[in-house]
């Protein structure tokens, strides 16, 4: 039974619903330090997992191909393109901040700690890691859906989609890692993460929907540094 995926697709849509009810008595000011403030924390999630690192060269490596990767797939413009088709459906949806928008949907579907939270939650039922996640994204969603409004519940749904899908596929990718692997992954993520906070700060916009493919290269990259690179050195 995935209790911890539903605990956090839930918090995500009640945040999101809470924040667009009460978000529109918040002043501009305390919106935009509260963004600020959670730029912050993002940042700090991220240099937390990042100390976790193992193989540096296969995480680095990870993120620059990665990243091509996902500039030559387009990967970022395809989800700009489906987050502004997902605020359209929404009243007043043209006018939502997309690149916002999309911030949100990398930092709910696509953070280390949620899809490893995932992956653990269907390999062992161990739901602590995803419920502790659950109580930071419903005020995270909360935050965003001041200034996104309603739409930032539905980003839920292809969270929903995302964490479901590897609940089920736990089994057979779990038994194929190593502490060094999920540590690097974790790693990676956090450096997403980082980025992310910068771009929620508003101090530089990374490309993080581009940089999405990273987290799933850091897989083989760090196990054939283990296995073939480090015994050479």
């Known amino acids: 039974m995935p209790i911890g995926v539903i ?13 667009a009810v009460f978000g529109g008595k918040l002043s501009g000011e305390i919106k935009e330090k509260l963004n600020l403030i959670f730029g912050l924390s993002s940042m700090g999630i991220g240099i937390s997992s990042i100390v976790l690192m193992q193989n540096m060269p296969a995480v680095i490596l990870a993120l620059i191909v990665g990243t091509l990767l996902g500039v030559v797939l387009q990967l970022g413009k395809h989800i700009e393109n489906g987050s502004r088709k997902l605020a359209r459906l929404f009243p007043g949806g043209s006018g939502t901040d997309t690149g916002l928008l999309v911030t949100a949907i990398v930092l709910f579907c696509a953070s280390g700690t949620g899809i490893y939270g995932t992956i653990v939650s269907g390999m062992n039922g161990d739901h602590s890691i995803l419920i502790a996640k659950s109580i930071l994204d419903f005020f995270t969603a909360m935050i965003f859906a001041c200034s996104l409004g309603k739409v930032t519940a539905a980003v ?8 479901l899908a590897l609940f089920f596929c736990a089994r057979l990718i779990f038994p194929l890692t190593t502490p060094a692997m999920v540590n690097d992954f974790k790693a990676c993520g956090g450096l997403i993460m980082l980025a992310t906070g910068f771009r929620i700060a508003k101090i530089r916009d990374y490309p993080i929907a581009d940089m999405i493919p990273a987290m799933v290269l850091v897989w083989p990259l760090s196990w054939m540094w283990t296995a073939w690179i480090v015994p050479m050195l």
Not at 7 to 18: E, I, T, Y
């Open 7 to 19: 605990c956090n697709v839930l918090s995500v849509a009640a945040g999101g619903l809470l924040g």
């Open 156 to 163: 839920a749904v292809p969270q929903c989609i995302l964490f």
